[in-house]
């Protein structure tokens, strides 16, 4: 590999270059060493910006000289592929959008550009955000950094791979069902889901507009909340976007923990969790007790229903949102047409991997007449029921605390032509999603050398909770702050 990182974190980075020990330009030639070392090895990136990152480096070095430089200028970053970049193409994974060019960026993307962070480039996916194993992507599969024969977790894997690989500090991700804090747990990262509505989506190209959330992976806690508070608050642009104020997410970090009430949901330990993953979680929980937190079993009944209830829901609104590639105005489309059915169905076809048709499939047929009762509404009542199971739990507890996946990296193309067995592996983080709620996902340990993944969920707009519970936890551990050796 090339010359590490001088530092692992983002806040350290940013320690570093305020007190000049190095400039943009030189951390950021740094990054690009190490992504171009790496990317063989990993396919983490699609699209790779090395001249116009450089040139943001060489701006945020020149705003420093002038006295202008906020807490993250000159910071080094990278953005999943989902996210709409001006000038920079946005494929979602997909051969339908392999050669799309934005012409505008999304608000998170231009938040952190004006916070003065250096994208290094567009990172590898699932296609179209479905999937739990970063092999649904038309630009091959990422490889877990930990074991390359092995998935790093999806879709946001390429996000997940390159931080724990210390190829990029920090990067952008999103999560429909748990695609931040699985790949997070799976590559032992730090991964958080905000509320739906606290960062704007605009500009986030939609599998599902009622689940899809942005947010961020990173190294730790500290990082997460430093990037989180130039990425959230109101868009007007975006129409699920809440009009609430910000928090200061790192003034928070150090709060005491001592009265805090943790729930362990006992659906979580039932069945079909690893014993040496629950094994990890249950030191982590010790962890917790010892800094004075307060720990109690709670029950979500409805909770084992999140998997079927999701896999009605999200092909439903994905089958409406991919309407629109249809080879008529942009995205993908076939040779020599002979008519227009022939374009839709030959450009579709075509353009959309396996997964991807599944699941539109499954939207269409839940969403037919017949079957809208039967199946959609349906899924809607119990996805109200899983909001109360957790409204209930928040009466008594301030966090919940379970795994984030039930085993850890499972290897590539062990479970491709088993979508259920695949499916399964985001019953622990689905329901966050499904009532809207933020979720962290942090490094506790390995088990078999492998990462494992603690899971924080909180009440709406309890980030910053979350925030400071993770971040005491990694005061007392080192689990985040190690890299694997191929990549040290």
Not at 114 to 128: H, I, P, Q, R
Not at 131 to 147: A, C, I, K, L, Q
Not at 155 to 170: C, K, L, N
Request: glycine share 10%; aromatic share 8%; hydrophobic share 45%.
């Amino acid at each position: 590999m090339a010359q590490s990182l001088p530092e692992p974190t983002v806040a350290a980075l940013a320690r570093g270059l305020a007190a000049g020990r190095y400039s943009a330009v030189e951390l950021t030639r740094a990054c690009l060493a190490r992504v171009e070392a790496a990317q063989p090895q990993l396919n983490a990136f699609i699209t790779i910006t090395a001249e116009a990152a450089l040139a943001a480096a060489a701006a945020a070095d020149a705003a420093r000289a002038a006295g202008r430089a906020g807490p993250l200028t000159g910071v080094p970053i990278a953005h999943k592929d989902i996210f709409c970049t001006s000038d920079v193409r946005t494929t979602c994974g997909s051969k339908m959008l392999a050669n799309f060019v934005s012409p505008y960026d999304a608000t998170i993307v231009s938040k952190l550009a004006a916070a003065g962070t250096v994208n290094l480039g567009k990172l590898n996916m699932d296609e179209f955000a479905m999937g739990s194993s970063n092999e649904t992507s038309h630009f091959g599969p990422v490889r877990n950094p930990w074991d390359t024969a092995r998935v790093p977790g999806g879709s946001s894997g390429g996000s997940a791979a390159a931080v724990a690989a210390r190829i990029a500090p920090a990067a952008t991700a999103t999560d429909t069902g748990g695609s931040i804090r699985q790949p997070a747990a799976l590559c032992g990262v730090t991964g958080i889901k905000p509320t739906y509505g606290r960062v704007s989506r605009y500009g986030m190209i939609a599998f599902a507009s009622s689940l899809d959330q942005a947010g961020l992976i990173t190294v730790s806690a500290e990082d997460a909340a430093l990037l989180l508070g130039a990425m959230a608050g109101f868009d007007p642009r975006d129409s699920t976007s809440v009009d609430s104020p910000v928090p200061d997410y790192a003034a928070a970090l150090d709060a005491p923990l001592a009265g805090l009430r943790i729930g362990l949901v006992r659906e979580f330990f039932e069945k079909g969790l690893d014993a040496e993953c629950e094994a990890r979680i249950r030191e982590a929980i010790a962890v917790y007790e010892k800094l004075g937190a307060r720990v109690q079993e709670v029950s979500c009944p409805n909770l084992p229903l999140s998997v079927p209830t999701y896999y009605v829901v999200a092909p439903a609104e994905c089958s409406s949102n991919l309407a629109r590639f249809d080879g008529v105005r942009f995205g993908h489309r076939c040779e020599s047409p002979r008519n227009l059915t022939d374009l839709y169905s030959r450009s579709r076809g075509e353009g959309f991997g396996a997964e991807v048709k599944r699941r539109i499939m499954t939207g269409t047929y839940v969403l037919s007449a017949g079957y809208y009762d039967a199946y959609y509404l349906k899924a809607q009542r119990v996805r109200q029921l899983i909001s109360a199971d957790f409204a209930r739990a928040f009466e008594s507890v301030d966090l919940l605390l379970g795994p984030t996946s039930p085993t850890t990296a499972f290897e590539i193309g062990a479970k491709v032509d088993d979508p259920i067995t695949m499916y399964l592996n985001d019953i622990y983080t689905i329901g966050a999603n499904l009532a809207g709620l933020p979720g962290m996902s942090i490094p506790v340990g390995f088990a078999g050398g492998l990462p494992v993944g603690l899971q924080l969920i909180g009440p709406h707009f309890s980030e910053a909770r979350m925030l400071n519970a993770a971040h005491r936890y990694q005061l007392e551990t080192d689990w985040h702050l190690r890299a694997p050796a191929a990549f040290a």
